[in-house]
């Protein structure tokens, strides 16, 4: 491999939410979602380059912010995006509380597919809306999605809104071109609008393509909001950069008006120059990551099918982070986690963070970390686990 994604970098001591949060000094963090890799070289010099100037006023995003973002998904997904489609903003977080703002009125539903991403309850609560959860089916070693029931939610006269995590975060799908298709025919006939999270849509397994909703038809571009970031899989989350890309102009102007009244419309200085090098200059590097990250799920397969074999390890197929079912265990995911974080001193999250009922018997672990980690995280599992 051309990058070095076994070397351990020290991120204790650095303000460091997934290492510092923690009072252990010990701790193995498999949790919170960022990696433990340095940035692709063409963002670390990018972003030293900047630095050098000395000065850090308010930013201006430039044209070439915006090719950056066009060039990137027309040619890595083939999704053709307009100019004046894409709104910036600093996380895909704010921007997914300013679609339900812009989209929604207080005391509507908004539906999701669950378990699913924990910010997801947060924003649809915080913006005076009801979460509506469509509970997806354990198939095999995989999730789909219960049609019947997602029907019937959508027919709610309430729901107003349908929030999509594509791929899933913490079920691993990677939603087909007909699955898409399928959700959106339901949500036209009965007026909902989709709002679609593909912050993890640059990590994909091999085997799996990513499809972005708007580009599946006409009819999915405009009954679309897409949130989109390279925060997640160029593991630049700390400089705060996240696009909305919305076809319908009034729509648009519902978003706009939001992000200013959620006071998230400024960018950092570093955030433009980060994105730009990661869309021009690093897809070798995303290419590589991938191909590592899968090699690491893969080793983290073996090793509990050897070690845990009650535990059963979910098919990923993007993200980087396996659902793991422990149910077989007879305790609750909770109360596993606790006891692994103060005896084998491994930080992994409960499913219950993802739906109180859907995620129960289910951890979640991030498994983007240099595989000499994950190896010694494991074992230090396994001899607790194995110690009754």
Request: hydrophobic share 40%.
């Amino acid at each position: 491999m051309k990058y070095d994604f076994d070397e351990l970098v020290e991120r204790r001591g650095t303000g460091c939410v997934k290492w510092d949060e923690s009072k252990y000094p010990d701790v193995i963090p498999l949790w919170v979602a960022d990696m433990d890799f340095k940035a692709a070289p063409a963002i670390l010099e990018a972003v030293q380059k900047r630095a050098e100037h000395g000065v850090f006023g308010y930013t201006v995003v430039e044209d070439d912010y915006y090719v950056a973002v066009i060039n990137w998904f027309r040619r890595r997904h083939q999704w053709t995006i307009r100019r004046e489609e894409i709104l910036y903003t600093t996380g895909v977080v704010p921007a997914m509380s300013v679609a339900i703002k812009a989209l929604t009125m207080p005391g509507e539903k908004v539906l999701i597919l669950s378990p699913d991403y924990n910010c997801f309850f947060s924003s649809v609560r915080n913006n005076g809306c009801e979460v509506l959860e469509t509970a997806l089916k354990r198939v095999g070693d995989t999730f789909e999605v219960d049609w019947d029931d997602f029907t019937a939610k959508c027919a709610d006269e309430k729901t107003t809104v349908f929030l999509l995590c594509n791929p899933h975060n913490p079920c691993g799908r990677v939603w087909t071109k007909a699955e898409l298709s399928r959700m959106n025919d339901i949500c036209m006939k009965y007026g909902v609008k989709v709002v679609s999270d593909e912050i993890h849509c640059e990590l994909i397994m091999p085997g799996y393509q990513f499809q972005p909703f708007a580009a599946v038809s006409e009819m999915c571009r405009q009954n679309s909001v897409i949130l989109n970031s390279p925060s997640k899989s160029f593991n630049i989350a700390g400089l705060q950069v996240a696009n909305i890309i919305c076809s319908q102009p009034e729509w648009r102007r519902r978003l706009d008006r939001a992000i200013n009244i959620n006071e998230v419309c400024d960018v950092n200085p570093f955030a433009p120059v980060a994105l730009k090098a990661a869309y021009n200059e690093s897809e070798d590097w995303i290419d590589e990551l991938n191909q590592y990250l899968w090699e690491n799920y893969m080793f983290l397969c073996d090793f509990i099918g050897k070690n845990i074999p009650q535990w059963k390890v979910c098919r990923l197929e993007g993200t980087y982070l396996p659902w793991v079912d422990i149910s077989a265990m007879g305790i609750s995911a909770e109360r596993l986690c606790v006891r692994l974080l103060e005896e084998a001193r491994v930080w992994i999250n409960p499913g219950t963070m993802y739906g109180a009922e859907t995620g129960k018997g289910y951890v979640r672990f991030n498994i983007a970390c240099p595989r000499s980690r994950l190896e010694e995280a494991l074992n230090r599992i396994s001899s607790v686990i194995s110690a009754g």
